[in-house]
């Protein structure tokens, strides 16, 4: 058997660890080997170990039972204190934000195709929470892809790409500056032609 081999069958072992082996493995790693060198670990518990929060969950609607539908109806009925309709009436409201199911809200996001809900920090309570509206985060300015990705559960890379996708969808939504030099001259046009 190759190296090679040898290597993707301990790969294979450390990851069905579970948590309490994995303390052990934690350890394991940091020790060194007769010869002077760490042994390997795979790159999935490398992940695990950096990783500080529990990934977020997601509840699909369609999978829940008519039964289980009803008792969370029943657990969370509808309050009828009215809320705020504008971002000003929102910023002088009370934080953390009490209006988990408003758009702006850092706790769930609601997939308005499919109703299934994603848990963004499933280990914590929305009161818990140290920023809860994504419009708060906005104001405050410029913030790194880090502080982004530690505000909304997210990595660094993931922020990323959002980042590129939204700065892509505006450049397409938005006329090129050729564009907007033809449509200038097409209105200085008419603008000319109605004049005389």
């Known amino acids: ?83 705020p309709t504008t971002r000003e009436e929102c910023r002088g409201e009370q934080r953390p934000c009490p209006w988990v199911a408003c758009k702006h809200h850092l706790y769930l996001d609601i997939n308005p195709e499919t109703g299934s809900i994603k848990i963004n920090f499933p280990d914590l309570e929305p009161w818990e929470l140290q920023h809860t509206c994504a419009l708060d985060v906005a104001e405050r300015g410029g913030i790194t ?28 939504g938005s006329p090129s500056p050729d564009e907007l030099g033809s449509e200038l001259l097409a209105q200085a046009a008419l ?4 004049k005389n």
């Open 1 to 83: 058997m190759s190296d090679a081999d040898d290597r993707d069958d301990e790969d294979l072992e450390l990851d069905g660890l579970d948590d309490e082996d994995e303390g052990e493995s934690d350890s394991d790693a940091d020790e060194v080997s007769a010869d002077g060198e760490l042994p390997e670990v795979s790159r999935k518990i490398r992940r695990r170990r950096r990783r500080t929060r529990p990934r977020s969950k997601t509840i699909a609607m369609k999978r829940l039972t008519r039964e289980e539908l009803r008792q969370g109806a029943l657990m969370y009925p509808p309050v009828d204190i009215p809320r």
């Open 145 to 172: 892809l880090e502080e982004v990705g530690e505000i909304m559960n997210l990595t660094r890379e993931r922020i990323r790409q959002v980042e590129v996708r939204g700065l892509l969808k505006l450049k397409m």
């Open 191 to 194: 603008a000319k032609a109605e």
